[in-house]
């Protein structure tokens, strides 16, 4: 551009009463200012690029302490009662498209404000329990802490979705600890057994290969499996029930040995 203005004067520095020498000038004007405008335009979308990827790290952060405190409680039952009500826990962080397509059908503007009031998914994890009362157990147990802000619960056990998806969500916030900050996140919580896990995995894959002329009966079949799968959970832990009730009181040598065993269990 300093190249352009200094052949533009020096082509009419001896013309200065030619009606080209000022349209030149200003047309030079005109392209600094589309310059300039463009540079502060990138300088902007690299900016706001620089604070999503920040705020994505923050969310990643958030789901870090919540598979914390559950591998916590997992340790704790370990110990106490000789048994992990988790048996694993995963976590997913919301893609980009999906976070905007989410936000297009709700008519909410993208910006990360938004992002964070709006939001509540962004950041999830997903806790697999054995039985039915563990879900309920975790669930107490996470939403009682100090540190963590309850905001909603959705009991698709209770009530499941017309599809027949079973699960427990929660949704909560809980303060992540940085270098210069303290920032108060939400994350979602989906606690469920492991035949409901089996179920809403193959379903998930299922439902994109329903557009034939079958797709209404796979429906069904699927809701019919899971009333199957639904029923399989409640009579393995009426089974559990049962054998914890026959195996009656512990003598007193019996609870002195269950301790004793409890100097071998591994503290994962």
Known sequence: MKKENEYFEALFSDMPDSPLAGASLGLVSAQDSLMNAMFDQSKKMIGSMVEYKELMMMYTCAMKTIKTKFDVLNAEFKVRYQRNPIKFIDTRLKRTTSVMEKMERNNIAFSLENIEAHIHDVAGVRVICSYLDDIYVIAKALTEQDD?????????????KPNGYRSMHLIVSIPVFFSEQIKHLKVEVQIRTIAMDFWASLEHQLKYKQENPNGAEIAAEL???SEVISNTDTRMLEIRKKIEINSGKPTEDEVLF????KFDVAIE
Do not use: S, W
């Open 223 to 225: 809701k019919e499996c």
């Open 258 to 261: 269950e301790k004793l065993r």
């Open 148 to 160: 963590v802000t309850f905001i909603a619960q959705k009991d698709y056990i209770e009530n499941p």
